[in-house]
Structures are given as structure tokens and as C-alpha cells.
């Protein structure tokens, strides 16, 4: 079992930067690929960023250049530095860790989740 905690969601302005992050316990950490979704309201989960446990990484289109997802295994934490927030990326960010060797971009693949944390970024 793998416990994921998610923290630095809040109101921003557009242009504006925020980094979450997502601690980890349980499991050995570095045995997971991790990765973070968000979901619009009415909306399912969408694909945002993911890391495997050496450190390649895999973004969706939507955030490429803009959003930097980084693990630092010693501390079990995932982050997601996401800068030049515009109000399009408003919604419920969630962590996720999947028991797989490569930067999954499928929930399915997915074992693990946090409760999530809100980002809402004004205009």
C-alpha cells in the first residue's frame, strides 16, 4: 500500500507560477513511476505530467514547456512545478503512483491516489 499526500494547490493569477508536491509513504518509493492528473469539473481525469523512478519524464501537450514534473526519491516527493498558470489550467490536481517501469499516461495504470488539491488560477 502506498499513501500519497498532495500540497501546494491555491488561487493564483494568470502568468503566475505554483509548485505542488506529493510525499509518499508505504511502498518503496522508487519502485513506482508517479504521476500527476487533473480533472475539470464535469470532466473525467485528464493526463498531465509523469516520472519514472530514473527520472524520464512525459508531459501533455496542453502543459509541455510550461510545467516541470521532478522526483526526489530520498524525500519519497513528486513536484510539479507549473509556471505560466492561465485560467484553462483551473482544476483538482491529483498525484498518482503506478507500479510500472515506464511514464505511464493511462489512470488505468495508475494503483495509487491522493485526495488531490485545487488549483484555481484567475484571469
Known amino acids: 500500500q502506498v499513501q500519497l499526500v498532495e500540497s501546494g494547490g491555491g488561487l493564483v493569477q494568470a502568468g503566475d507560477s505554483l509548485m505542488l508536491s506529493c510525499t509518499a509513504s508505504g511502498r518503496t518509493f522508487s519502485n513506482y513511476a508517479m504521476g500527476w492528473f487533473r480533472q475539470f469539473p464535469g470532466k473525467e481525469r485528464e493526463f498531465v505530467a509523469a516520472?519514472?523512478?530514473?527520472?524520464?519524464?512525459t508531459y501533455a501537450d496542453s502543459v509541455k514547456g510550461r510545467f516541470t514534473i521532478s522526483r526526489d526519491n530520498a524525500k519519497t516527493t513528486v513536484y510539479l512545478q507549473m509556471n505560466s498558470l492561465r485560467p484553462e489550467d483551473t482544476a483538482l490536481y491529483y498525484c498518482?503512483?503506478?507500479?510500472?517501469?515506464?511514464?505511464?499516461?493511462?489512470?488505468?495504470?495508475?494503483?495509487?491516489w491522493g485526495q488531490g488539491t485545487q488549483v484555481t488560477v484567475s484571469s
Open positions: 498518482a503512483a503506478a507500479r510500472v517501469t515506464w511514464g505511464s499516461i493511462h489512470i488505468s495504470d495508475y494503483n495509487y
Open positions: 516520472i519514472t523512478w530514473y527520472g524520464m519524464t
